[in-house]
């Protein structure tokens, strides 16, 4: 909007590029253009203020179709002034000169205006168009009608307007047409959902068939392997039987065939020691024969009381003890004598 200092008597104007300002004074146009800015006397003046801008406007109209089915659009309506001065004469855009705001409504009177046009040349799609078609390709078709009405509109082009762009959003029947018309399409939907899902359970068994069938076949082949496994385990079980009762024959045979030389050896040995034992006891018998005979030759010289002394002395080593003892003059005397001459005798002998 136009911004307006106020200096008492005097007062200054200026506007945005975005503005078209037109000037009057005493009923003649003084200044016209976008984004002026002046000096003026308000008693004097009159000032209108049109809008360049792209407007955008929502527009929401209700139809009925050929088939009495009433349909909801709703979209985006895009328009601009082209001749500001053609119309200002048209529609009141004069401008408060203390505050810069409109003294009337000249926009919503424009945006009601283009509002109505625009739904009047949906209306004249939608009357005679089947609600299935407004549903289907309604969007395209009223954005085209709406074009080309305003297009051919003499009225919008003489008010110096022009339409830049239409949006239609949605086109919608009531809630209960919606549910009505939308069953048959959800109803193939999901039939088509069962049969994908009775395709996939379908599939599902035949993949699993063969995945019962692919473990059948390795159970048969692990049993056919498993069998090969066991009659080999036999064999080397039978293989290993045997040789192991061959390793304990060879064994047996070695154990008995050192034993036999073990034997045999001890035999000899025993043969041997035996021999040696026999040749050895020959031998010391004959030592011992031939000392008793040699000690026998030597006792055959000494005389009797000799002999009888020495057989008192060898039976006193071996008594252990002697309880009594009875010595008489008679017996000792003659002994005594008959020792000392032996004893004497001998030692002369040794001597000599």
């Known amino acids: 909007m136009a911004e307006i200092i106020n200096l008492r008597v005097l007062r200054h104007l200026r506007t945005d590029p975005s503005s078209h300002l037109l000037y009057y004074r005493k009923a003649r146009l003084m ?83 283009m509002s109505q046009l625009a739904q009047q040349y949906a209306w004249s799609h939608i009357a005679r168009t089947p609600i299935r078609e407004v549903l289907a390709d309604g969007q395209l078709r009223i954005r085209e009608q709406i074009e080309a009405g305003f297009a051919s509109d003499a009225t919008i082009q003489n008010m110096g307007i022009s339409v830049v762009s239409v949006r239609i959003s949605s086109v919608r029947p009531v809630a209960d047409l919606e549910k009505a018309l939308e069953a048959p399409i959800r109803e193939q939907i999901q039939q088509e959902a069962d049969k994908a899902s009775f395709g996939r359970r379908a599939l599902a068994v035949k993949m699993e068939r063969a995945i019962q069938e692919n473990e059948l076949t390795n159970q048969i082949e692990l049993a056919k392997q498993q069998e090969g496994l066991i009659t080999q385990k036999g064999q080397n079980a039978r293989r290993q039987a045997t040789e192991e009762a061959q390793a304990a024959e060879i064994s047996s045979e070695s154990a008995a065939r050192r034993t036999r030389i073990d034997a045999v050896a001890q035999a000899e040995r025993v043969r041997t020691e035996g021999e040696a034992r026999s040749q050895a006891l020959r031998l010391e018998e004959q ?66």
């Open 287 to 352: 030592v011992r024969v031939q000392a008793e005979r040699e000690r026998m030759e030597v006792y055959r010289t000494v005389p009797a009381p000799v002999l009888l002394g020495l057989a008192a002395q060898a039976l006193a080593g071996k008594l252990e003890r002697i309880d009594h003892l009875n010595l008489s003059p008679e017996l000792l005397g003659p002994m005594l004598r008959d020792l000392i001459e032996a004893s004497t005798q001998r030692l002369s002998t040794e001597r000599g």
């Open 31 to 113: 200044r016209s253009g976008p984004g002026l800015s002046f000096w003026f006397l308000p008693l004097k003046a009159s000032i209108a203020e049109v809008p360049l801008d792209d407007r955008d406007l929502p527009i929401v109209f209700h139809g009925r179709s050929s088939d009495f089915q009433d349909v909801t659009a709703q979209g985006v309506l895009t328009f601009r002034v082209n001749n500001p001065q053609v119309i200002s004469q048209r529609i009141d855009f004069t401008v408060d000169l203390a505050r810069g705001v409109y003294l009337r409504q000249p926009l919503e009177k424009l945006a009601l205006l």
